[in-house]
Each structure stands twice: as C-alpha cells, then as structure tokens.
C-alpha cells in the first residue's frame, strides 16, 4: 500500500522512517526533509516512525533518503 494523494497543488506522501525516538529526532528528519525544493510541509512522528510530507510534485526518493540518512536515521519505504 501507497500513502500518497495528490490534489491539483500538492503530494502528499507517508514515510516509514525507523529510529527515530524523541522530539529531537523529529525535528532533525523534519529539517533535512524540509529542504528539498518543492516541500511545503514535512511532519514527523517518532512514536510511529511516519513522516507525512507535502510537496508541490512527487519527490525522488532517492533524494528523501539521502535527507534522512544526513540526519541520521534510515529511510525504510512509503508507509
């Protein structure tokens, strides 16, 4: 299954993201993710391991993983 939707504006797309366990682990992934161009939106939930992200088109999940691998955590697949 495939959390993705897509509006007229916007994607919106769910990511599993494994080791994340506080706030501050939120924000990192939330940051690295926010500055790919496009995002408009990034949250992150560590109690889950999901991050929602809004973009103005689909992104390369490369580039998603590479942004969370730069803050540390390990991009599992789409939620």
């Known amino acids: 299954m ?3 939707t897509e509006t007229p504006d ?3 797309t769910v990511y599993q993201v494994s080791g994340m366990s506080c706030g501050h682990c939120e924000g990192s992934v ?3 993710i926010s500055g790919l161009p496009g995002v408009t939106s990034v949250k992150a939930v560590a109690s889950t391991g999901e991050v ?3 973009s103005a088109a689909p992104l390369d999940e ?3 993983r590479a942004a969370v691998d730069e803050a540390g955590f390990e991009l599992v697949g789409r939620a």
């Open 62 to 64: 490369a580039a998603v």
């Open 2 to 4: 495939t959390a993705q």
């Open 10 to 12: 916007t994607v919106t």
């Open 30 to 32: 939330s940051t690295e």
């Open 52 to 54: 929602t992200v809004v």
